[in-house]
């Protein structure tokens, strides 16, 4: 009998929402954007947890020029636990940087230098979230999450994430599942 492999989900472009049990203080009541996922692992930035810092902030910590109106305000956001002395930029379009993710036709996600430098001179491009830190799984590490029911997954809508203000985003993922995150137990099972 030929051996067959077991075929492998890809959540890349799909949001994870953290289920009520997530023990890791680091992932409870977040909402994950995946930017990539494939058999090395799994990528992706926390979208709905903002800290204490604004863009304004962040751009003279790193000596670039914030000229374009709008972005003075904007939360910078706890991406990840992995690199948070790193900042990446979630956005939309994908654009021409120097270090860029290309996650689907419309979204990237970069962490050059050099898309913060287009944000502060020309605004462009409008539609971004920026973090510090991601978060990494390990070949086959969020599979086994997955299956422990640490995540639910839903597929990306970006709206959420450029459209909503952070406290909204989880519960709006959740919608898109049809599911009301309070009505969540704690223990999940497998059907």
């Not at 930017?35 to 604004?54: C, F, K, S, W, Y």
Request: glycine letters at 8%; proline letters at 7%; aromatic letters at 8%.
């Amino acid at each position: 009998m030929p051996c067959m492999e077991t075929p492998t989900a890809n959540f890349t472009h799909h949001f994870l929402i953290a289920m009520p049990n997530m023990a890791d203080p680091h992932f409870a009541r977040t909402l994950t954007y995946i930017a990539e996922h494939n058999e090395q692992g799994a990528l992706g930035i926390i979208v709905n947890r903002p800290i204490d810092m604004t863009l304004a902030t962040l751009f003279e910590r790193i000596e670039v020029p914030l000229e374009a109106d709008g972005f003075e305000a904007q939360p910078v956001y706890f991406g990840g636990p992995v690199q948070t002395d790193r900042g990446f930029v979630l956005h939309r379009p994908v654009g021409d940087w120097h270090s860029t993710l290309k996650v689907s036709e419309d979204v990237g996600l970069t962490s050059s230098r050099d898309v913060l430098q287009a944000i502060g001179a020309h605004g462009e491009p409008r539609d971004m979230l920026v973090t510090l830190g991601y978060a990494g799984w390990a070949a086959g590490q969020l599979e086994q999450e997955l299956m422990d029911n640490a995540w639910l997954t839903v597929p990306a809508d970006m709206a959420i994430v450029f459209d909503l203000p952070p406290e909204e985003r989880l519960a709006a993922a959740m919608q898109k599942l049809g599911v009301d995150f309070t009505n969540l137990s704690e223990v999940a099972g497998h059907a």
